[in-house]
């Protein structure tokens, strides 16, 4: 198969223009410094991937609260704006582009990250499991967020969302999937409000709306990531399509960049009436990336098929810094394995 399909130009609005269809995929390496401010070992590892037509950033915290994991870049000091500027800077001197995907742990988080105290979420409603390189750690029960909270998280969107646009990204990507601050909002199993942000499809989405409205005030080219699925941490509950419905009618009024669907395996889901990346196609008419275990013939398959205009390569990308180029010379990919996370490469 040639792939053809893949290595088109695409017009996301706005002025921004993409060399191909191929994303790099948000992927968290737990590799800045202990500021939370990106490398020169990150620059080069995002600049070794700019033939990427749009690379999306590791998961960038907006705030300290929101922080959930180790060494996980931020987006609210001076030192992580010029951090970021080292990055953003060699992937333009490379011909790429990229975008800051801006991120709120909320409850997936745990009281070493906040000076003992529990995270925030939208209810108090516990998350088990363990945390990831503290394995020894059990979640907990995080706080709800009162309405101060919640207005303080908003702004800080919308400051990172100017911090983004200062350390030289072509955009921003709303993080709203993967069972993180703002999928909680939008799912019952988190949700349990019953104030003007919960209780309902039109409340459940006003989070996430806000943030929208705010960081629009900022910077012209957003995305937002969203998992209709509530595949990991969250459970499904079968109200939830219907504040999918909701939102993503809703979001056909923002010129969004695009909505990327948030799953490790793009495969149909019953509830959805097909997958994931189908499922938003269907309720959204602005531009689609599809992610999920997808390889360069199944995505060029996909797209051809209509269900989606771009595609977003994760793990293959951690594995093959030169995803792109070995796309195009129809050369395999060597395999991905998770002992590659020990080292950016
Ligand atoms: C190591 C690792 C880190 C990830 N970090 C993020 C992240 O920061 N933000 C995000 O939205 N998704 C994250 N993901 C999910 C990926 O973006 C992608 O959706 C997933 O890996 C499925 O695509 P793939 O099959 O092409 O790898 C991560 C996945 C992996 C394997």
């Not at 992927?27 to 500021?35: G, I, K, V, W």
């Not at 995080?142 to 200062?166: C, L």
């Amino acid at each position: 198969m040639s792939n053809k399909i893949l290595f088109d130009k695409v017009d996301l609005g706005n002025g921004l223009a993409l060399n191909n269809r191929i994303v790099m995929a948000p992927l968290t390496r737990s590799m800045a410094d202990d500021d939370l401010v990106p490398t020169e070992t990150m620059a080069a590892y995002y600049g070794r991937r700019a033939d990427a037509g749009l690379i999306i950033s590791e998961a960038t915290i907006v705030a300290a609260d929101g922080q959930g994991y180790p060494n996980t870049p931020g987006l609210f000091t001076d030192a992580q704006v010029n951090g970021w500027k080292g990055v953003t800077r060699r992937v333009h001197q490379n011909g790429g582009k990229m975008f800051a995907q801006l991120w709120h742990t909320g409850r997936v988080s745990h009281s070493i990250f906040h000076n003992g105290q529990p995270p925030m979420a939208p209810s108090a409603v516990e998350f088990h499991g363990r945390v990831p390189r503290f394995s020894d750690l059990e979640y907990g029960t995080p706080r709800a967020m009162t309405e101060a909270d919640i207005e303080r998280v908003i702004e800080d969107f919308g400051i990172a969302a100017r911090n983004a646009k200062k350390a030289g990204f072509d955009g921003v990507e709303v993080h709203g999937a993967n069972g993180y601050l703002i999928d909680q909002f939008l799912h019952w199993n988190t949700n349990r409000r019953d104030d003007e942000y919960g209780g309902s499809p039109e409340k459940m989405s006003r989070f996430l709306l806000r943030i929208l409205d705010r960081i629009s005030q900022e910077i012209d080219q957003i995305g937002i990531r969203l998992s209709p699925a509530a595949y990991i941490h969250i459970e499904h509950d079968a109200r939830d399509k219907a504040v999918f419905n909701y939102l993503l009618e809703k979001l056909n009024n923002y010129s969004l960049a695009y909505i990327h669907s948030g799953i490790f395996a793009d495969d149909p889901y019953d509830h959805l009436d097909g997958t994931v990346t189908q499922y938003i196609r269907r309720h959204y008419r602005g531009t689609v990336i599809a992610s999920g275990g997808y390889d360069a013939d199944s995505a060029s398959e996909m797209i051809g098929r209509g269900d989606a205009d771009l595609i977003a390569i994760g793990r293959p990308f951690i594995a093959n810094p030169d995803y792109v180029s070995k796309v195009q010379n129809q050369q395999p990919p060597v395999a991905y394995d998770e002992s590659m996370l020990a080292e950016l490469v």
